[in-house]
Protein backbone atom coordinates (compact mmCIF):
# COMPACT_ATOMS: atom_id res chain seq x y z
CA UNK A 1 0.00 0.00 0.00
CA UNK A 2 1.28 3.54 -1.09
CA UNK A 3 0.52 6.62 -0.03
CA UNK A 4 -1.31 9.07 -2.54
CA UNK A 5 -1.21 12.83 -2.16
CA UNK A 6 -4.59 14.67 -2.37
CA UNK A 7 -5.97 16.16 -5.38
CA UNK A 8 -5.49 19.87 -5.31
CA UNK A 9 -8.42 21.83 -4.77
CA UNK A 10 -9.93 23.77 -7.24
CA UNK A 11 -9.88 27.71 -7.57
CA UNK A 12 -12.37 29.18 -5.75
CA UNK A 13 -13.76 32.45 -7.62
CA UNK A 14 -14.16 34.55 -4.17
CA UNK A 15 -10.28 34.03 -3.41
CA UNK A 16 -8.75 34.43 -6.86
CA UNK A 17 -10.90 38.10 -7.98
CA UNK A 18 -9.34 39.96 -4.82
CA UNK A 19 -6.22 38.62 -5.83
CA UNK A 20 -6.51 40.04 -9.41
CA UNK A 21 -8.06 43.31 -8.14
CA UNK A 22 -4.94 43.55 -5.67
CA UNK A 23 -2.17 43.31 -8.69
CA UNK A 24 -4.01 45.47 -10.72
CA UNK A 25 -4.38 47.92 -8.38
CA UNK A 26 -1.08 48.08 -7.92
CA UNK A 27 -0.09 48.15 -11.28
CA UNK A 28 -2.28 51.11 -11.44
CA UNK A 29 -1.25 52.92 -8.50
CA UNK A 30 1.83 52.54 -9.53
CA UNK A 31 1.11 54.26 -13.25
CA UNK A 32 0.07 56.77 -11.16
CA UNK A 33 2.82 57.17 -8.72
CA UNK A 34 5.32 57.47 -11.32
CA UNK A 35 4.04 60.68 -13.51
CA UNK A 36 5.19 64.24 -12.73
CA UNK A 37 8.81 64.53 -14.65
CA UNK A 38 7.85 64.99 -17.89
CA UNK A 39 11.61 65.96 -19.03
CA UNK A 40 13.02 62.73 -17.19
CA UNK A 41 10.59 60.47 -19.32
CA UNK A 42 11.04 62.86 -22.16
CA UNK A 43 14.93 62.10 -22.01
CA UNK A 44 14.22 58.19 -21.97
CA UNK A 45 12.43 58.51 -24.46
CA UNK A 46 14.76 59.90 -27.03
CA UNK A 47 17.86 57.68 -25.39
CA UNK A 48 15.79 54.97 -26.41
CA UNK A 49 15.05 56.36 -30.18
CA UNK A 50 18.63 57.41 -30.33
CA UNK A 51 19.72 53.59 -29.64
CA UNK A 52 17.25 52.18 -32.49
CA UNK A 53 18.17 54.82 -34.61
CA UNK A 54 22.18 53.67 -34.49
CA UNK A 55 21.02 49.89 -34.96
CA UNK A 56 18.84 50.79 -37.71
CA UNK A 57 16.03 49.24 -35.66
CA UNK A 58 13.46 52.15 -35.51
CA UNK A 59 10.43 50.08 -37.49
CA UNK A 60 7.81 52.58 -35.44
CA UNK A 61 8.81 55.39 -37.93
CA UNK A 62 7.53 53.84 -41.54
CA UNK A 63 5.03 52.20 -39.60
CA UNK A 64 3.10 55.30 -37.69
CA UNK A 65 3.64 56.67 -41.44
CA UNK A 66 1.58 53.85 -42.95
CA UNK A 67 -1.19 53.88 -39.85
CA UNK A 68 -1.60 57.37 -40.23
CA UNK A 69 -1.89 57.71 -44.44
CA UNK A 70 -4.48 55.03 -44.37
CA UNK A 71 -7.34 54.63 -42.19
CA UNK A 72 -8.58 52.02 -43.23
CA UNK A 73 -5.27 50.28 -41.01
CA UNK A 74 -4.98 53.23 -38.57
CA UNK A 75 -8.65 53.06 -37.47
CA UNK A 76 -8.93 49.30 -36.62
CA UNK A 77 -5.32 49.72 -35.27
CA UNK A 78 -6.77 52.33 -32.58
CA UNK A 79 -9.78 49.83 -31.88
CA UNK A 80 -7.67 46.99 -31.35
CA UNK A 81 -4.98 48.82 -29.08
CA UNK A 82 -7.74 50.47 -26.78
CA UNK A 83 -9.97 47.53 -26.38
CA UNK A 84 -8.10 43.86 -27.15
CA UNK A 85 -5.79 44.65 -24.12
CA UNK A 86 -8.63 45.20 -21.85
CA UNK A 87 -11.01 42.09 -23.44
CA UNK A 88 -9.16 39.23 -24.83
CA UNK A 89 -6.79 38.91 -21.69
CA UNK A 90 -9.62 38.76 -19.09
CA UNK A 91 -11.65 36.57 -21.39
CA UNK A 92 -8.40 33.94 -21.44
CA UNK A 93 -8.13 34.13 -17.81
CA UNK A 94 -12.13 33.34 -17.13
CA UNK A 95 -11.75 30.48 -20.06
CA UNK A 96 -8.92 28.66 -17.79
CA UNK A 97 -10.62 29.48 -14.21
CA UNK A 98 -13.64 27.24 -15.76
CA UNK A 99 -12.04 24.98 -18.04
CA UNK A 100 -8.16 24.00 -16.85
CA UNK A 101 -8.23 24.93 -13.12
CA UNK A 102 -4.35 23.25 -12.81
CA UNK A 103 -3.43 25.02 -15.79
CA UNK A 104 -5.04 28.17 -14.62
CA UNK A 105 -2.93 28.49 -11.59
CA UNK A 106 0.59 28.70 -13.41
CA UNK A 107 -0.73 31.02 -16.03
CA UNK A 108 -2.61 33.22 -13.52
CA UNK A 109 0.63 33.27 -11.15
CA UNK A 110 2.63 33.79 -14.86
CA UNK A 111 0.47 36.65 -15.67
CA UNK A 112 0.50 38.74 -11.83
CA UNK A 113 4.14 38.16 -11.71
CA UNK A 114 5.32 39.53 -15.38
CA UNK A 115 2.69 42.68 -14.47
CA UNK A 116 4.30 43.60 -11.73
CA UNK A 117 7.28 43.15 -13.30
CA UNK A 118 6.68 45.89 -15.04
CA UNK A 119 5.12 47.75 -12.84
CA UNK A 120 8.67 48.40 -11.92
CA UNK A 121 10.24 49.35 -15.12
CA UNK A 122 7.47 51.95 -14.77
CA UNK A 123 8.65 52.95 -11.51
CA UNK A 124 12.06 53.14 -12.38
CA UNK A 125 11.92 53.97 -16.03
CA UNK A 126 9.26 56.70 -16.63
CA UNK A 127 9.15 56.87 -20.58
CA UNK A 128 7.64 59.30 -23.13
CA UNK A 129 6.23 57.66 -25.88
CA UNK A 130 6.91 58.53 -29.46
CA UNK A 131 3.36 60.00 -29.49
CA UNK A 132 3.76 62.58 -27.09
CA UNK A 133 7.88 63.50 -28.39
CA UNK A 134 8.16 67.09 -30.36
CA UNK A 135 6.80 66.57 -33.82
CA UNK A 136 9.77 67.34 -35.15
CA UNK A 137 11.19 63.82 -34.35
CA UNK A 138 8.28 62.62 -37.24
CA UNK A 139 5.53 60.47 -35.09
CA UNK A 140 1.35 61.41 -35.36
CA UNK A 141 -0.56 60.28 -32.31
CA UNK A 142 -2.54 58.08 -34.48
CA UNK A 143 -5.65 58.14 -31.89
CA UNK A 144 -5.79 62.27 -31.77
CA UNK A 145 -5.77 61.50 -35.64
CA UNK A 146 -9.02 59.36 -35.53
CA UNK A 147 -10.50 60.02 -32.29
CA UNK A 148 -13.87 61.11 -33.97
CA UNK A 149 -14.24 57.32 -34.65
CA UNK A 150 -14.02 55.84 -31.22
CA UNK A 151 -14.54 56.21 -27.75
CA UNK A 152 -11.21 57.89 -26.65
CA UNK A 153 -9.40 61.17 -27.00
CA UNK A 154 -5.99 62.58 -27.35
CA UNK A 155 -4.90 60.52 -24.46
CA UNK A 156 -3.92 57.09 -25.40
CA UNK A 157 -6.76 54.42 -25.12
CA UNK A 158 -8.37 56.12 -22.23
CA UNK A 159 -12.03 57.10 -22.42
CA UNK A 160 -12.91 60.88 -23.37
CA UNK A 161 -12.49 62.59 -19.73
CA UNK A 162 -10.28 60.48 -18.16
CA UNK A 163 -6.96 60.94 -19.45
CA UNK A 164 -6.20 62.34 -16.06
CA UNK A 165 -6.28 58.51 -14.46
CA UNK A 166 -3.47 57.30 -16.66
CA UNK A 167 0.31 57.59 -16.86
CA UNK A 168 0.76 58.46 -20.35
CA UNK A 169 4.64 58.06 -19.74
CA UNK A 170 4.76 53.88 -18.59
CA UNK A 171 5.95 53.02 -21.43
CA UNK A 172 8.87 50.83 -20.78
CA UNK A 173 8.36 47.95 -20.98
CA UNK A 174 5.32 47.68 -23.27
CA UNK A 175 2.67 45.14 -21.28
CA UNK A 176 0.37 45.38 -24.46
CA UNK A 177 3.06 43.18 -26.09
CA UNK A 178 3.77 41.50 -22.91
CA UNK A 179 -0.10 40.18 -22.38
CA UNK A 180 -0.55 39.48 -25.76
CA UNK A 181 2.17 36.83 -26.16
CA UNK A 182 0.64 35.33 -22.94
CA UNK A 183 -2.76 35.35 -24.15
CA UNK A 184 -0.44 33.65 -27.34
CA UNK A 185 0.63 30.95 -24.83
CA UNK A 186 -2.31 30.06 -23.78
CA UNK A 187 -4.33 29.93 -27.19
CA UNK A 188 -0.93 27.80 -28.57
CA UNK A 189 -1.16 25.32 -25.43
CA UNK A 190 -4.82 24.89 -24.45
CA UNK A 191 -6.26 25.17 -28.24
CA UNK A 192 -6.82 22.70 -30.42
CA UNK A 193 -8.46 24.01 -33.35
CA UNK A 194 -6.18 25.48 -36.39
CA UNK A 195 -7.72 28.53 -35.97
CA UNK A 196 -6.52 28.70 -32.33
CA UNK A 197 -2.71 27.63 -33.50
CA UNK A 198 -3.04 30.57 -35.76
CA UNK A 199 -4.37 33.63 -33.52
CA UNK A 200 -1.77 32.33 -30.85
CA UNK A 201 1.34 33.40 -33.54
CA UNK A 202 -1.00 36.49 -35.14
CA UNK A 203 -2.13 37.85 -32.12
CA UNK A 204 1.16 39.23 -30.35
CA UNK A 205 2.88 40.04 -33.82
CA UNK A 206 0.01 42.12 -34.61
CA UNK A 207 -0.05 43.80 -31.21
CA UNK A 208 3.34 44.24 -31.83
CA UNK A 209 2.84 46.26 -34.82
CA UNK A 210 -0.52 47.99 -33.89
CA UNK A 211 1.71 49.48 -30.71
CA UNK A 212 4.62 50.94 -33.00
CA UNK A 213 2.16 51.81 -35.57
CA UNK A 214 -0.32 54.06 -33.35
CA UNK A 215 3.09 55.68 -31.88
CA UNK A 216 2.55 54.16 -28.67
CA UNK A 217 5.49 52.54 -28.29
CA UNK A 218 8.95 51.74 -29.22
CA UNK A 219 10.72 48.39 -31.08
CA UNK A 220 12.69 48.33 -27.55
CA UNK A 221 10.00 48.91 -25.46
CA UNK A 222 7.95 45.94 -27.37
CA UNK A 223 11.75 43.72 -26.98
CA UNK A 224 11.15 44.60 -23.21
CA UNK A 225 7.86 43.23 -22.44
CA UNK A 226 8.48 39.87 -24.41
CA UNK A 227 11.55 39.86 -21.91
CA UNK A 228 9.59 40.46 -18.90
CA UNK A 229 6.94 38.14 -19.61
CA UNK A 230 10.41 36.00 -19.89
CA UNK A 231 11.66 36.35 -16.28
CA UNK A 232 7.83 35.93 -15.05
CA UNK A 233 7.42 32.70 -17.00
CA UNK A 234 11.09 31.20 -15.40
CA UNK A 235 9.12 32.73 -11.88
CA UNK A 236 5.92 31.70 -12.02
CA UNK A 237 6.95 27.68 -11.13
CA UNK A 238 9.26 28.43 -7.89
CA UNK A 239 6.57 31.28 -6.74
CA UNK A 240 3.70 28.37 -6.75
CA UNK A 241 6.18 26.10 -4.92
CA UNK A 242 6.45 28.64 -2.32
CA UNK A 243 2.97 29.59 -2.26
CA UNK A 244 2.00 25.96 -1.90
CA UNK A 245 4.92 25.60 1.35
CA UNK A 246 3.38 29.03 2.80
CA UNK A 247 0.11 27.10 2.53
CA UNK A 248 0.92 23.91 4.42
CA UNK A 249 2.96 25.79 6.95
CA UNK A 250 -0.16 27.66 7.87
CA UNK A 251 -2.35 25.33 7.62
CA UNK A 252 -0.63 22.71 9.31
CA UNK A 253 -1.90 19.36 7.58
CA UNK A 254 -1.08 15.63 8.14
CA UNK A 255 1.43 14.67 6.22
CA UNK A 256 0.19 12.90 3.31
CA UNK A 257 0.98 9.67 1.19
CA UNK A 258 3.42 9.76 -1.67
CA UNK A 259 4.52 7.31 -3.75
CA UNK A 260 7.71 4.88 -2.74
CA UNK A 261 6.71 5.64 0.66
CA UNK A 262 4.91 2.29 2.30
CA UNK A 263 1.89 3.20 4.90
CA UNK A 264 2.56 2.46 8.32
CA UNK A 265 -0.53 0.05 9.30
CA UNK A 266 1.05 -1.18 13.18
CA UNK A 267 0.47 1.86 14.77
CA UNK A 268 3.35 2.01 16.77
CA UNK A 269 3.19 -1.64 18.12
CA UNK A 270 6.12 -4.14 17.22
CA UNK A 271 5.47 -8.23 16.72
CA UNK A 272 8.75 -10.08 16.71
CA UNK A 273 9.43 -11.93 13.98
CA UNK A 274 6.99 -14.69 12.70
CA UNK A 275 4.45 -14.16 14.78
CA UNK A 276 1.07 -13.16 13.62
CA UNK A 277 -1.82 -11.81 15.33
CA UNK A 278 -4.74 -14.09 14.19
CA UNK A 279 -7.96 -12.10 12.99
CA UNK A 280 -11.31 -14.14 13.54
CA UNK A 281 -13.41 -14.48 10.53
CA UNK A 282 -15.89 -16.31 12.54
CA UNK A 283 -16.07 -17.38 16.36
CA UNK A 284 -13.52 -19.55 17.25
CA UNK A 285 -11.64 -19.85 13.85
CA UNK A 286 -8.68 -17.99 13.02
CA UNK A 287 -8.40 -15.89 9.97
CA UNK A 288 -5.52 -17.86 8.42
CA UNK A 289 -6.70 -21.39 9.93
CA UNK A 290 -7.15 -23.73 6.55
CA UNK A 291 -5.35 -20.96 4.08
CA UNK A 292 -2.98 -22.06 2.31
CA UNK A 293 0.43 -20.86 3.71
CA UNK A 294 -1.18 -20.67 7.24
CA UNK A 295 1.55 -21.01 10.04
CA UNK A 296 1.94 -24.46 11.79
CA UNK A 297 1.51 -22.86 15.26
CA UNK A 298 -1.42 -21.68 14.52
CA UNK A 299 -2.77 -25.13 13.26
CA UNK A 300 -1.10 -26.92 16.23
CA UNK A 301 -2.97 -24.53 18.54
CA UNK A 302 -6.08 -25.14 16.97
CA UNK A 303 -5.95 -28.92 16.85
CA UNK A 304 -5.00 -28.74 20.87
CA UNK A 305 -7.92 -26.36 21.67
CA UNK A 306 -10.53 -28.61 20.53
CA UNK A 307 -12.43 -30.53 23.54
CA UNK A 308 -13.72 -33.61 22.85
CA UNK A 309 -17.44 -34.39 23.73
CA UNK A 310 -18.15 -36.08 26.68
CA UNK A 311 -19.98 -39.30 25.66
CA UNK A 312 -23.53 -39.74 27.64
CA UNK A 313 -24.61 -42.02 30.13
CA UNK A 314 -25.82 -45.69 28.35
CA UNK A 315 -24.01 -45.67 24.98
CA UNK A 316 -22.19 -48.70 23.47
CA UNK A 317 -18.75 -47.01 24.12
CA UNK A 318 -19.13 -47.06 27.83
CA UNK A 319 -20.30 -50.78 28.27
CA UNK A 320 -17.60 -51.84 26.25
CA UNK A 321 -15.04 -49.90 28.11
CA UNK A 322 -16.51 -51.18 31.69
CA UNK A 323 -16.79 -54.75 30.49
CA UNK A 324 -12.86 -54.41 29.63
CA UNK A 325 -11.49 -52.72 32.45
CA UNK A 326 -13.43 -55.61 34.44
CA UNK A 327 -11.69 -58.63 32.61
CA UNK A 328 -8.22 -56.75 33.23
CA UNK A 329 -9.05 -57.29 37.13
Partial sequence: MYRTAPQRQRPRWWTELPLIAVVYGLYS???????????????HGLSILDLEKTFR????????????????????????????????????????FKRRPD???????????????GLIGFTLMPTCPPRLLDPA????????????????????????????LTNQYAAMPSLHV??????????????????????????????????????????????AGAAVMG?????????LRLAERIRGLLTRSEPVETPGTPAIVSAGCETSAGTALPRTSFPGSPAGAGRPGAPER????????????????GEA????????ATAAR
Fill in 29 to 43: AGRLLVRGNVQTAVD
Fill in 57 to 96: INFEHPLNRLFTDHASIGIPADFAYAALHYLLTPALLVWL
Fill in 103 to 117: EYRRMRTWLMISTLI
Fill in 137 to 164: YGFVDTMHQYSEYGWWGGDASAPRGLGG
Fill in 178 to 223: GWALWCGAVLWRQGRATWAKIAAVAYPLAITLIVMGTANHYFLDAV
Fill in 231 to 239: VGYLLARPA
Fill in 298 to 313: LREADASDQIPRQQAR
Fill in 317 to 324: GDSRTDGA
